[in-house]
Structures are given as C-alpha cells and as structure tokens.
C-alpha cells in the first residue's frame, strides 16, 4: 500500500497569501496518478487538480499542482477567504487508492 | 447535470443490518465506475472499494473485503454498499464517487449519508 504523508499538519496563513501544501508518497506514484481534493466543514470534498498538474472543471487558475514521483505540491497563489479548507491529495495509480492525512488551511 | 445524490442519515444498533444507496444522474451509469469512501467522525478518508455497473467487476480495499458489499441495479441507475452486521466502528460518513476507469481520480461525489451505529 501506498503511504502518503502531507506537509504541514495546519498552514495559518492571511487572505491573500499564497499557500504551498506538500504530498510525499512512500513509493512512486504511477503515472504521476496523483489527485487533490478540497474539503469545507459539513460538504463532500471536490476535485481540485488530477493527474497532478491537470486543474478540474470550473476550479480557479489559483490552484496549481506540480511534482512527480513521489514528491507533488498544491500551491494556491493567492488565498481568497473561500479556500479556507482541508486538502487531501490521493493516489488512483495503484490499489488500493490512498488519501494523505490532510492539510488544514486556516486563517492567520 | 452530471449527479450523485444519496440516501438520506441512518440511525441503526450494533449487529443490524444496512444497504445505503447513491442514484447516478447526468451520465450513462453503465460505463463508469462508482467508489465509495468512508470518512469517520473528525478523520480523514478511506477508499473502501468501486464497482462497474456495467458487468458488476467490483474490487474492494483489503481493510474493507468481507466487511460490506457493493452492488449496482442499472436499471435505475444505482449503486449501493451494503452491511450484514453492523458496528459501532462503522459509525462515519459514506461517500460515493464517480470513475472514468478504474485507475482514475473520484469526480463527482455524493453529498455523503451519515451511518450512526449505537446501542
């Protein structure tokens, strides 16, 4: 199984700032198969980037993905007081498909 | 619209049983597979497994094999996860997800179905 870690626990930042949230897998990802997902209190998550760098439908071009192999990176350029969130990046490249621990961005 | 709505919040006691359902919408149902992932109080998420409703193919994760059940009836476009006897650890959110393939990113989700599981 592949073991994502994410980096920081908790990012207390101010609107405006930019945001770089760090994923690192315990082998190499296929195929950079590599997703990130936005989580708000009480909602489902939401696709943000897949494939690490390909952004999902109608998301904001603040949101980038980069990396590949085993070390990937969501950089929000700059934060809108809507990305206040918890972010998870996943692996689909192999079976079974594992979820990092997540990323609280919150407000500074 | 391309659509996942679930079941509505389940209330239940340790050892009953349990199938939870998620109507697809917007989309031929038959060709795309449907995840479904857990999410207990306060933690992060978990894949539990997906299935093809086209042919039934379904793989589970190897903490959730034998411990629930997907099925899907096309006929309706649904899916479901299903539980023999239940415990107070099943107690999470369920999400369900949809699949391009099988190796492919969750978009888009369920609105999640709150299972309580207590004496």
């Known amino acids: 199984e592949i073991v994502l870690t994410q980096s920081p626990g908790t990012l207390s930042l101010s609107p405006g700032e930019r945001a770089t949230l760090s994923c690192r897998a315990s082998?190499?990802?296929?195929?950079?198969?590599l997703a990130w997902y936005q989580q708000k209190p009480g909602q489902a998550p939401r696709l943000l980037i897949y494939?690490?760098?390909s952004r999902a439908t109608g998301i904001p071009d603040r949101f980038s993905g980069s990396g590949s192999g085993t070390d990937f990176t969501l950089t929000i350029s700059r934060l809108e007081p809507e990305d206040f969130a918890v972010y998870y990046c996943q692996q689909y490249g192999r079976s079974p498909f594992t979820f990092g621990p997540g990323t609280k961005v919150d407000i500074k | 619209e391309l659509q996942l709505v679930q079941s509505g919040a389940e209330v239940k006691k340790p050892g009953e049983s349990l199938k939870i359902s998620c109507k697809a919408s917007g989309y031929r149902f038959s060709n795309y597979w449907i995840g479904w992932v857990r999410q207990m109080p306060g933690k992060g998420l978990e894949w539990m497994g997906i299935i093809y409703p086209g042919d039934s193919d379904t793989r589970y994760s190897p903490s959730f094999q034998g411990q629930v059940t997907l099925s899907a009836d096309m006929s309706i476009s649904t899916a479901y996860l299903q539980w023999r006897s239940l415990k107070a650890s099943d107690t999470a959110i369920y999400y369900c997800?949809?699949?391009?393939?099988?190796?492919?990113?969750?978009?888009?989700w369920g609105q999640g179905t709150l299972v309580t599981v207590s004496s």
């Open positions: 494939g690490a760098s």
């Open positions: 082998q190499s990802v296929s195929s950079n198969y």
């Open positions: 997800v949809r699949q391009e393939w099988a190796y492919s990113w969750f978009d888009p």
